[in-house]
């Protein structure tokens, strides 16, 4: 095996939540953490953690999730997406060919439009499912409060842009259009 995950799943209480959960293959060694509007679950790989609503699309559950992980890597599913089968797998391929580096996977909307488009971190062009980094506090960034927080986390992290790896596999769907 070649790293640990934690999968921080911030929650309001979506009715999808059972779903979200229900998608996250985890292998010996992860946990799910999930933060919010926590119900108790049924689930042993899942970590209850309440806190109250940011109102900040996720960043303050995230950041209080990533405090409490002890695993080697983070990715990150809202309460209201999946991962779609595999995809586990393809992580572990991602942290055996890249070790250390950022993997940027894609996902996919509703309406069939696919992120990302080309391999460059810019706004619009990244979504929080489709990330998974290396947990090293040095060189994580920091969510933001605005609806931009994903690119914010990655454009804030110490990693050089260079060392982002840009996989081109689906992993995840996105359970609302973009607009």
């Known amino acids: 095996m070649s790293g640990t995950i934690s999968f921080i799943v911030p929650t309001i ?17 992860d946990d799910v953490l999930m933060v919010g509007a926590v119900s108790d679950l049924d689930d042993h790989r899942v970590t209850a953690i309440p806190c109250p609503r940011g109102n900040d699309w996720g960043a303050t559950e ?3 999730a990533i405090r409490r992980s002890t695993k080697s ?18 992580m572990d391929q991602a942290i055996r060919h890249a ?13 069939g439009r696919v992120l990302w488009r080309d391999p460059v971190l810019r706004v619009g062009n990244v979504g929080t499912p489709m990330l998974l980094v290396p947990n090293d506090p040095d060189r994580l960034g920091t969510w933001s409060s605005r609806r931009e927080c994903d690119f914010d986390f990655l454009a804030s992290s110490a990693w050089d842009q260079a060392a982002i790896v840009w996989a081109t596999d689906i992993i995840a769907r996105i359970g609302h259009d973009d607009g």
């Open 13 to 29: 209480g979506r009715p999808h939540l059972s779903q979200t959960l229900a998608s996250i293959e985890t292998w010996p060694g």
């Open 73 to 90: 890597y983070l990715a990150f599913l809202d309460d209201d997406d999946v991962y779609l089968a595999g995809t586990r797998a393809k």
């Open 62 to 64: 995230r950041r209080l």
């Open 99 to 111: 070790p250390g580096r950022p993997t940027i996977f894609r996902m996919i909307y509703p309406n």
